[in-house]
């Protein structure tokens, strides 16, 4: 079984930094992208950012700027730096991977079970 474990969430002030990490495991054959997402409470998911296997980023407009993604691929790893937090900025963080697991023939998207960020004002 393929798990995505996210860490890092909490309560900050705004204008602080949170850095937020994914670790996949399990029977793991690949994995390709991963990225994350956020949802706030009335509002859909949406993505925050995403880097590919090669290690090319994007980014929401609302992020660019203050919100860094990277990833580990020898530890199947992939973090989020956010600087310049704004109360805007709270919501629930999903973990995203397209992942293969040594049991399956094809790539499948796997979620986190999510943390929570608070920024205050």
């Known amino acids: 079984q393929v798990q995505l474990v996210e860490s890092g969430g909490g309560l900050v002030q705004a204008g602080g930094s949170l850095t937020l990490s994914c670790a996949a495991s399990?029977?793991?054959?690949?994995?390709?992208?991963m990225s994350w997402y956020r949802q706030a409470p009335g509002k859909q998911r949406e993505l925050v950012a995403a880097i590919t296997s090669g290690g090319s980023t994007n980014y929401a407009d609302s992020v660019k700027g203050r919100f860094t993604i990277s990833r580990d691929n020898a530890k199947n790893l992939v973090s989020l730096q956010m600087n310049s937090l704004k109360p805007e900025d709270t919501a629930v963080y999903y973990c995203n991977a397209d992942i293969m697991s040594t049991w399956a023939s094809r790539y499948s998207d796997y979620w986190g079970q999510g943390t929570q960020v608070t920024v205050s004002s």
């Open positions: 399990g029977r793991i054959f690949s994995v390709d992208g």
